[in-house]
């Protein structure tokens, strides 16, 4: 015992998975069946010897797995255990018998990320573009060391230039601020801004311009996030443009502005949002980043969160059998906000299956888009999930740009990744799990207001629509592969 003790202290990241699932084993039945593989190597039949010393294995484990290393989580090029794909793992999360709450929730969350889960963050969500922003500049304007911001838009307008300017005056403090935003999202941005930030001090690249990778041009850097100092964090849907809100832009025109969602969280969850700013930024060009290990943090109250993050050949199937999972594991509700609705087979029926077991699987999807196409590309899947029982809402008050999900009112994901191809295969995409029953409330009543603006779509109207709308819908939806 005391052997094993010294090897969990000296190498924590290399025994981490073996002994969480040692210690799940004696408690949780799910545990015993994802540790099953385990079993088979006779690793777990030599620690049944060892005898009732549990005790020590469990203090050293809270003295080591605190201390994290700075690695991207999942890995490149892991394959998925089978029984934790996206088409097998409801099986599991279903079996859980508290649900969203059950504890072994985030064990199973964790089998599929390779991810920590983060306690002890203070979390704020932002449903307008003005209230997020002004929280954005205030963050920026505190900041003492660093600031790393990464956008697939960034626009050269009133929103822009006013990130612009404040960025400045934090290089100006002696911050350090990098900047990376994606060529294609942001083409409409001339060179003069991206020569005006790296003038005042700012270093800033942009992700696959079209020279000198036109092969790359597929793969894109859709990920919103914001983090400062590496104690605050944003993340979420909004990009930063004028279409989420500017005094200037309101007093010129009255339209509501997109309604979208973004998260805040202060706390060790923002410490791996920037490891994930690293990996594209490093793949952009930009200067190393020095990314030390997240030391013990001592136990405080605050959301607990899953960092959910992914690009082409990293964390796609991740992230779907996460999807997968909580939507399994529901026992009462699953709303859902989605700007983009062009899913695959796989989610309509792990949507389907929900409803069909007597959960409350809502999805709000726009009523209006700046993409026409994938909104009919989504309209292809209604007749199936109408049947199935999901309840099917469109947004009426403005364009939707939200990417949410909250069910039981406590599981809450909010990020970047819409439910199409493209999330799931093409970009690199950023998503928060957050386990906290304030949260869900907040999303909760977010949900409610919004169904408030929105027109419910039913069977019987839905088999009304005119015959050139259903060829338009049909159409749509074998071609989005390409959306």
């Not at 069946?33 to 190597?41: D, E, I, P, V």
């Not at 809270?62 to 409801?90: D, F, H, I, M, Y």
Request: positive net charge.
């Amino acid at each position: 015992m005391k052997h094993l003790a010294q090897i969990v202290t000296q190498h924590p990241f290399h025994v981490d998975c073996i002994v969480d699932r040692v210690i799940c084993l004696r408690e949780n039945p799910l545990s015993a069946c994802l540790g099953a593989r385990l079993n088979s190597t006779g690793f777990l039949r030599h620690l049944a010897q060892i005898g009732a010393k549990w005790s020590t294995i469990d203090s050293t484990m809270k003295r080591t797995r605190r201390r994290l290393l700075p690695t991207l989580r999942p890995r490149a090029g892991r394959t998925l255990p089978p029984e934790l794909r996206a088409s097998n793992v409801g099986r599991l999360a279903s079996g859980l018998k508290g649900g969203l709450r059950d504890p072994e929730l985030e064990v199973l969350l964790r089998k599929i990320d390779e991810g920590p889960i983060h306690g002890g963050n203070r979390v704020e969500l932002f449903f307008e573009g003005d209230e997020a922003f002004e929280s954005k500049r205030r963050a920026i304007e505190n900041a003492e060391s660093e600031v790393l911001l990464e956008s697939y838009i960034l626009r050269d307008d009133t929103t822009g230039r006013d990130f612009l300017e404040v960025l400045a005056a934090g290089v100006r403090r002696g911050v350090t601020v990098r900047v990376l935003a994606d060529a294609f999202g942001s083409l409409s941005t001339g060179t003069a801004y991206w020569r005006e930030m790296k003038g005042r001090g700012i270093e800033v690249h942009l992700f696959h311009p079209f020279l000198p990778y036109p092969w790359f041009q597929p793969f894109r850097d859709h990920r919103k996030i914001l983090v400062i100092d590496r104690r605050i964090a944003f993340t979420g849907g909004m990009n930063l443009g004028e279409e989420y809100g500017s005094v200037r832009r309101r007093r010129r025109k009255k339209a509501r502005t997109w309604r979208d969602t973004d998260v805040r969280i202060e706390g060790p969850a923002a410490w791996e949002m920037a490891i994930v700013f690293s990996e594209a930024w490093m793949r952009a060009g930009g200067s190393e980043l020095e990314l030390g290990p997240l030391e013990p943090q001592s136990a405080a109250p605050g959301a607990r969160i899953l960092v959910l993050d992914s690009r082409p050949g990293r964390g796609h199937r991740e992230s779907a059998s996460v999807l997968s999972a909580v939507v399994a594991a529901a026992r009462e509700s699953v709303w859902i906000t989605n700007a983009y609705f062009a899913p695959r087979r796989l989610a309509v029926e792990v949507l389907g299956s929900a409803a069909q077991h007597g959960v409350d699987v809502r999805l709000l999807l726009p009523g209006k888009s700046d993409l026409p196409v994938v909104r009919h590309a989504g309209h292809g899947y209604f007749d199936d999930l109408l049947r199935r029982g999901v309840r099917i809402f469109e947004y009426q008050s403005a364009n939707l740009h939200a990417k949410s999900l909250v069910a039981d009112g406590f599981a809450t994901i909010v990020g970047s990744s819409n439910l199409d191809f493209r999330s799931f295969h093409f970009n690199a995409e950023s998503n928060v799990v957050v386990l906290d029953e304030s949260v869900g409330k907040v999303m909760v009543d977010a949900f409610k207001r919004d169904i408030a603006d929105s027109i419910e779509i039913t069977a019987a109207e839905w088999n009304e629509r005119t015959l050139i709308h259903q060829l338009g819908d049909g159409i749509a939806r074998r071609l989005y592969p390409i959306l």
